[in-house]
């Protein structure tokens, strides 16, 4: 991502919120910045779904294969959606919100001003231990796996918006012929102008653009569940029962709550 926000501190602030301070807030940005705009994407393509799926309606819903290709992209999306936004719960509850009372009681019992830079460090680093941002190997490693979840979530949202837009140009088209057909009919003219039924035509691109997303949906829920999965399993051994860890846990119980993904690894069949 290039955007980027930071803030112009001056003194004496700058003595608590240093230049390193202020580059664990952008990393902290940074990363709650792209589960948002993801999170966007995704809702946005159920927007586009939606309207869709309202415009084949009004054609009387000729096209199976669009149908089914929106049912596919609504399932993944919801897939996507479970991970991000508890991944981005988690954040802001868990992480953030519990080390900032943290902060709020180290400030109010602080005795010097090296108490409040201290407390103030401590409060960043907590974030980004438990926010998975830590410099260790392990959690490095978390980050990449993060990375590359966030990336097949875009690559989701990009392909199914140009086929979504694709679809709605053409059943645009597909109105305003029909709309000029019903004009001819009044006239007591010929409803077609040229030979054949448009409508085939019509049917015929929102058939490929049906199938088109449907074999994105395939690739990108295939790369999901496999990123998924190999999280869990990081998550799982740096689970190794201290406070921290703990968090861990509790972000692994919210990202698989009813062992779906569990069971479906193991074999067991899932519902």
């Not at 980050?143 to 140009?162: N, P």
């Not at 062992?259 to 074999?267: A, I, L, N």
Request: aromatic fraction near 10%; glycine fraction near 10%.
């Amino acid at each position: 991502d290039i955007f980027s926000l930071d803030y112009h501190i001056s003194d004496p602030l700058t003595a608590i919120v240093t230049e390193e301070a202020s580059g664990k807030y952008r990393r902290i940005f940074h990363l709650l910045w792209r589960l948002k705009r993801i999170e966007w994407g995704l809702n946005n393509t159920w927007r586009r779904a939606t309207s869709v799926n309202h415009a084949m309606r009004k054609i009387g819903g000729r096209v199976s294969g669009m149908g089914r290709a929106i049912r596919g992209v609504s399932l993944v999306r919801q897939e996507m959606l479970h991970v991000t936004s508890n991944i981005q719960n988690y954040l802001m509850f868990e992480v953030i919100e519990g080390s900032w009372n943290s902060l709020l009681a180290a400030i109010e019992t602080a005795g010097t001003f090296d108490d409040l830079i201290k407390s103030h460090e401590t409060y960043l680093d907590n974030i980004l231990y438990l926010g998975l941002l830590g410099e260790d190997k392990e959690s490095r490693e978390i980050q990449h796996l993060l990375s590359g979840l966030f990336d097949i979530a875009d690559r989701f949202c990009a392909i199914q918006d140009r086929v979504f837009v694709d679809c709605l140009s053409e059943l645009g088209g597909d109105r305003a012929r029909n709309e000029e057909r019903q004009g001819r009919i009044q006239k007591g003219e010929w409803g077609y102008a040229g030979d054949g039924d448009p409508n085939t035509s019509t049917d015929r691109k929102l058939e490929e653009f049906g199938m088109k997303s449907l074999e994105g949906v395939e690739v990108n829920a295939k790369e999901f569940e496999e990123g998924i999965k190999m999280l869990l399993d990081k998550l799982g051994k740096k689970d190794g029962g201290g406070r921290g860890e703990e968090r861990i846990r509790f972000l692994t119980f919210r990202l698989d709550f009813n062992s779906f993904y569990q069971r479906k690894y193991d074999g067991v069949e899932v519902d």
